[in-house]
């Protein structure tokens, strides 16, 4: 039986990717910090080998029978990025080339980096530039998520050799349920809204493009990634890509969807800037390459996404869990407040309690 490290696995893509790797016999060693709780893990908690750490501070023992790394962990969206920039590179580029250093010394033999497309963004500005772009085009991100993104394929890719095997996937925005679910993702978004307030809002029109792609199609591209031959896939990039959408065409989509299982919505649109994302990209290499091609629609994802929501009873859509950069916020503030006061219900330590009247 083979072992997997999967480093994020507690996460909104590692939890569904650890259910598909144990489906498929494999066995799954994850290291996760669990800033969210082990909901994720629900079901196969006792399944897995769990390590609780930091993906900064890994022990080479973690490494020991591993057969391959799938490194989805890190902070993963721009809010996140851009609120604390330096634990954002230590993570997403220091520590994932500093783990493929180590694995690589420890006679691991596979390395697969969980990258974005959101490399591609080129903004809504210029559309000389909207294009469709492949793992070939020239890239420039201008935010700090998806510029550590790239410094990390940068580096990891100058280590191929042939006993180390390194790929990186390019996952388009993703959507679909997951059990540590996110509804800070534009489909989820739009679910979560048709469901707390009965409307989806469209900001700048929704004029603005992005490529999909659904989180269980990202797990099998990562298990195509595992099983593939090392000579096909080692120092290459590969784009998730189920298609390109007009945020615009998204919302109708998702609303027709909703429609057919009795969730009535209706479309407000707001043409005001909020600093979108603009950009389309091209799956066509991991099809031709691994013959993998994203197959989930969004209207089925959709469709899923709200039996499962009801089902898991995932409906205090307010909760900051669901959201990186709310409860990454509410995390820090909490400690704050831990390191004054030491503890939320026990003693300060030391302190002896008052004894009651007449004892």
């Given at each position: 039986?083979?072992?997997?490290?999967?480093?994020g696995?507690?996460?909104?893509?590692?939890?569904?990717?650890a259910?598909?790797?144990?489906?498929?016999g494999?066995?799954?060693?994850?290291?996760?910090r669990l800033?969210?709780?082990d909901?994720?893990?629900?079901g196969?908690?006792?399944?897995?080998?769990?390590?609780?750490g930091d993906?900064r501070?890994?022990?080479?023992?973690?490494?020991?029978?591993?057969?391959?790394?799938?490194?989805?962990?890190?902070?993963?969206?721009?809010p996140?990025?851009?609120?604390?920039?330096k634990?954002?590179?230590?993570m997403?580029?220091?520590?994932?080339?500093?783990?493929?250093?180590m694995?690589?010394e420890?006679?691991?033999?596979r390395?697969?980096?969980?990258?974005?497309?959101?490399?591609?963004?080129?903004?809504v500005g210029?559309?000389a530039?909207?294009?469709?772009?492949?793992?070939?085009?020239d890239?420039d991100p201008?935010?700090a998520?998806?510029g550590?993104?790239?410094?990390?394929?940068?580096?990891?890719?100058?280590?191929?050799?042939d006993?180390?095997?390194?790929?990186v996937?390019?996952?388009?925005?993703?959507?679909?349920?997951?059990?540590?679910?996110?509804?800070?993702l534009?489909?989820?978004?739009?679910?979560?809204?048709?469901?707390?307030?009965?409307?989806?809002?469209?900001?700048f029109?929704?004029?603005?493009w992005?490529?999909l792609?659904?989180?269980?199609?990202?797990?099998?591209a990562?298990?195509?990634?595992?099983?593939?031959d090392?000579?096909?896939?080692?120092?290459?990039?590969?784009?998730?890509?189920?298609?390109?959408f007009?945020?615009s065409?998204?919302?109708m989509?998702?609303?027709?969807?909703?429609?057919?299982?009795?969730?009535?919505?209706?479309?407000?649109?707001?043409?005001?800037?909020r600093?979108?994302r603009?950009?389309?990209?091209?799956g066509?290499?991991?099809?031709?390459?691994?013959?993998v091609?994203p197959?989930?629609t969004?209207?089925?994802?959709?469709?899923?996404?709200?039996?499962e929501?009801?089902r898991?009873?995932?409906?205090?859509f307010?909760?900051?869990?669901?959201?990186?950069?709310?409860?990454?916020?509410?995390?820090?503030?909490?400690?704050?407040?831990?390191?004054?006061?030491g503890?939320?219900?026990?003693?300060?330590k030391g302190?002896?309690?008052?004894?009651?009247?007449?004892?």
């Open positions: 039986m083979s072992t997997v490290l999967l480093v696995g507690g996460g909104y893509v590692g939890s569904v990717l259910q598909e790797l144990l489906e498929r494999y066995a799954v060693r994850i290291l996760d800033y969210f709780g909901h994720g893990l629900t196969i908690r006792d399944r897995v080998d769990l390590t609780v993906m501070i890994v022990s080479p023992a973690l490494l020991d029978d591993v057969e391959a790394v799938v490194n989805v962990g890190g902070l993963s969206n721009d996140t990025a851009e609120y604390n920039p634990a954002n590179y230590e997403n580029m220091t520590a994932s080339v500093a783990l493929a250093r694995a690589r420890q006679g691991v033999r390395y697969i980096y969980a990258s974005s497309c959101s490399i591609y963004d080129r903004g210029d559309e530039r909207d294009v469709l772009l492949d793992e070939k085009a890239v201008p935010g998520y998806a550590s993104k790239l410094a990390a394929e940068r580096e990891l890719l100058e280590m191929t050799s006993r180390f095997c390194v790929a996937l390019r996952k388009a925005t993703l959507f679909g349920f997951s059990p540590r679910m996110r509804y800070d534009v489909v989820n978004t739009f679910v979560k809204d048709a469901l707390s307030k009965g409307y989806i809002s469209l900001h029109g929704g004029e603005m992005r490529p792609a659904e989180v269980h199609d990202a797990a099998r990562y298990i195509a990634l595992i099983r593939a090392h000579k096909v896939i080692n120092g290459e990039i590969f784009n998730l890509v189920y298609r390109n007009r945020i065409e998204l919302a989509r998702v609303r027709a969807a909703l429609n057919e299982i009795d969730v009535p919505v209706e479309i407000r649109t707001d043409y005001s800037y600093g979108v603009n950009y389309r990209v091209s066509h290499k991991l099809d031709r390459v691994l013959e091609a197959e989930v969004v209207e089925e994802s959709v469709q899923t996404m709200v039996k929501i009801r898991h009873n995932y409906t205090d307010d909760s900051p869990r669901y959201y990186n950069i709310a409860w990454m916020k509410l995390l820090q503030e909490a400690q704050g407040v831990i390191q004054v006061t503890s939320v219900f026990d003693l300060p302190a002896k309690p008052l004894r009651e009247v007449g004892s």
